[in-house]
């Protein structure tokens, strides 16, 4: 396993679009341990491909009750909207006011291909909402309501 290099806000790899993963091989299988040891040097709770120079739909999420492997994830339903603080591994040290649903399901494959459907509420919902949004190129600066610089 590696330590990859979070690509920060400014690169292009950031602002594109992902693209869905055909194949779940070797190579997306290292990548989804590289993404998740990156994940937990950078004391993060979210890491989609992109933040890592990838262009494909993957994203490993840990909020404290163990990782969480998405390979083509699909939100198929959300409740509540709530607005809370967000911070990115892409941009350091800003945080923002951001309007999410606090409750989603999502629908990915994991890592050995099996379709599976999971369903979070708070910072869980929170997370799979901002690293689907990596995939679709969006940058949480560009919906919160308000920014602030942190330390």
Not at 82 to 94: A, H, K, N
Request: proline share 3%.
């Amino acid at each position: 396993m590696a330590i990859l290099e979070i690509r920060k806000a400014g690169d292009e790899v950031l602002k594109r679009q992902a693209e869905p993963v055909t194949k779940i091989d070797r190579s997306i299988k290292k990548l989804l341990n590289d993404m998740s040891e990156t994940l937990y040097h950078a004391d993060g709770v979210g890491l989609a491909a992109p933040q890592v120079g990838v262009s494909l739909k993957v994203v490993v999420i840990d909020v404290g009750d163990g990782l969480i492997e998405l390979i083509n994830p699909v939100i198929l339903e959300k409740a509540e909207l709530v607005t809370d603080t967000e911070g990115c591994l892409s941009i350091p040290g800003v945080f923002g006011e951001v309007e999410r649903y606090n409750h989603v399901t999502v629908e990915a494959l994991d890592r050995s291909g099996k379709k599976i459907k999971i369903s979070g509420s708070g910072l869980l919902a929170r997370a799979f909402q901002h690293e689907i949004d990596h995939l679709d190129g969006i940058l949480f600066i560009e919906i919160a309501k308000t920014l602030c610089k942190g330390q």
